[in-house]
């Protein structure tokens, strides 16, 4: 079956503007969770959607959001890019919402921001 | 390649040898931890997990310790191979906070042929 798909793959953004990532879920998965991956700061949980609801977020900002559609797909939103949100964005989904029951990633979409 | 205890963010083996890679973790209400891959370009890849109510658990090469006591996480790789060569992470999760994981600082494994 299908994996976890994130589009696109690679970004480059300007400071102040802003982006939206998208990632599809492995077919009958009903979570979708976010993280961002920086060298310094590792792995960082950003927000959960389940059932198009958002069940969990994480400690970011306001300028990041995201959204969830009925046939389970995900996006965030980063609004006014700063420098530091250069990252690796992670979207890993699952079926009945507990990472310990078939979680899985994608590869992730690499945002640079200049 | 044995680093018993320690977080280490390097860890550099040869072919066949056993690794270790630890991991410490700071929430007490954890129930369940997973031990990640991650090879350049590539999303985490789920290795292993365990349970909080379980010490130890083994899979295909791979043994996980849980030390609750002291909140510590260890990965065994029996006969370490050129293709475990990545960034290993561990995470640790709530049931009650749906699928939100908490990552620890990962290893970079080397293993020299």
């Known amino acids: 079956k299908a994996g976890v798909t994130q589009t696109p793959r690679y970004l480059i953004k300007t400071r102040g503007q802003q982006v939206t990532l998208s990632c599809s879920p492995i077919s009958g998965h009903r979570s979708v969770s976010w993280y961002q991956q920086t060298p310094g700061q590792g792995l960082q949980f950003l927000f959960e959607y389940f059932s198009e609801t958002q069940r969990n977020k994480g400690n970011f900002p306001g300028r990041f959001s995201g959204r969830q559609f009925s046939n389970s797909r995900s996006e965030m939103n980063v609004s006014t890019l700063e420098l530091g949100d250069s990252a690796l964005y992670l979207c890993?989904?699952?079926?009945?919402?507990?990472?310990?029951?078939?979680?899985?990633f994608g590869s992730g979409t690499r945002l640079t921001v200049v | 390649g044995e680093n018993v205890g320690l977080h280490l963010p390097t860890l550099s083996v040869q072919e066949g040898d056993n690794s270790i890679i630890n991991c410490a973790y700071s929430?007490?209400?954890?129930?369940?931890f997973i031990w990640y891959k991650q090879e350049s370009g590539k999303g985490p890849q789920f290795i292993i997990d365990?349970?909080?109510?379980?010490d130890k658990r083994q899979g295909q090469r791979v043994t996980v310790l849980l030390n609750k006591t002291v909140k510590h996480l260890s990965l065994q790789i029996a006969a370490t191979q050129p293709g475990d060569s990545a960034v290993y992470f561990c995470a640790d999760g709530e049931e009650t906070s749906g699928s939100r994981l908490t990552f620890g600082e990962g290893t970079q494994l080397t293993v020299n042929p």
């Open positions: 929430n007490s209400a954890s129930d369940y």
């Open positions: 365990i349970r909080s109510n379980m």
């Open positions: 890993a989904s699952s079926y009945p919402g507990q990472a310990n029951y078939g979680y899985t």
